[in-house]
């Protein structure tokens, strides 16, 4: 079996996506400075380092929860 996306990976085929999900990807893909190795924790750090609302927060954090989903469903749970 494939191995699964990274989250960053997974998080950048929302991008044409019209979601907050799609909203958060677009913006992940235009950062050169997204902390894609640093975990749930990092990248809710790094957004709130920079000042990010808390709906992009709580976007993020509901992404990572879809993409859990992904990777159980890829058997890399």
């Known amino acids: 079996m494939?191995?699964?996306?990274s989250f960053t990976a997974w998080?950048?085929?929302h991008?044409?996506?019209?979601s907050a999900i799609g909203d958060l990807a677009r913006d992940v893909s235009?950062?050169?400075g997204w902390p894609?190795?640093?975990g749930l924790p990092?990248?809710?750090d790094y957004l709130e380092e920079r000042?990010?609302?808390p709906a992009a927060v709580e976007t993020l954090e509901r992404a990572w929860t879809q993409y859990e989903a992904y990777r159980a469903a890829q058997g890399d749970a």
């Open 2 to 5: 494939p191995k699964s996306k």
């Open 51 to 53: 000042g990010a609302i």
């Open 11 to 13: 998080l950048k085929t």
């Open 36 to 38: 894609s190795r640093r």
């Open 42 to 44: 990092g990248q809710r």
């Open 30 to 32: 235009a950062d050169p």
């Open 15 to 18: 991008a044409g996506q019209s």
